[in-house]
């Protein structure tokens, strides 16, 4: 088998079930709207759990980067480290949304500090916080209610990307039943 798999394999032995089963407790019980956010491959990850989240679990999920009109619109106006922070706003945010990031690193002042920005509005929200992230967790791990982190030593990237797929199908086909 080549490094690649080995390391997902490894990856997989080393998840938190615990974790993904008080991920799963949240999202099955989410009655208002789930934000999913996340830059580069896990921007394309969100739209992807996005449809997966509305039409399978039933659950309305939406995802800052599907609308990239909106999106540099506010990027024009505000910049981009401000992007997620006033797509929440001009959505709304609620108590009862809950926000769940997928990204790499977690969020931090020189990458992805709009994940940290929009973080700490949904902390002013009183907003849950989820996250699925690489092995340093970055500030989603300081600030969310269950921060999985993916503990790949090699290939980081590609394998944190990958278990965000395999996370949010797991937890979706279950809320699915």
Same mark, same amino acid.
């Given at each position: 088998?080549?490094?690649?798999?080995q390391e997902i394999q490894k990856v997989i032995e080393k998840l938190d079930q615990e974790k993904l089963d008080k991920m799963y407790s949240i999202l099955k019980l989410c009655q208002e709207r789930l934000f999913i956010l996340g830059v580069g491959g896990s921007a394309a990850n969100a739209s992807h759990a996005v449809n997966d989240f509305r039409k399978i679990a039933g659950i309305q999920a939406y995802a800052p980067t599907d609308n990239v009109a909106e999106l540099t619109a506010i990027t024009n106006d505000s910049g981009w480290e401000y992007v997620f922070v006033d797509w929440l706003k001009n959505n709304?945010?609620?108590?009862?949304?809950?926000?769940? %990031?997928?990204? !790499?690193?977690?969020?931090?002042?020189? !990458?992805?500090?709009?994940? %940290? *920005?929009?973080?700490?509005?949904?902390?002013?929200?009183n907003c849950v916080i989820l996250g699925i992230t690489g092995p340093e967790g970055g500030y989603s791990e300081k600030v969310a209610r269950v921060c999985? *982190?993916?503990?790949?030593?090699?290939?980081v990237t590609p394998i944190v990307e990958s278990m965000q797929s395999i996370i949010w199908h797991y937890i979706v086909n279950k809320i699915h039943g």
């Open positions: 088998m080549n490094d690649y798999f709304q945010l609620i108590p009862d949304d809950i926000i769940l %990031v997928f990204s !790499v690193g977690g969020g931090n002042k020189k !990458v992805s500090n709009n994940i %940290v *920005k929009a973080l700490k509005y949904a902390i002013k929200r999985i *982190k993916i503990p790949a030593e090699k290939y």
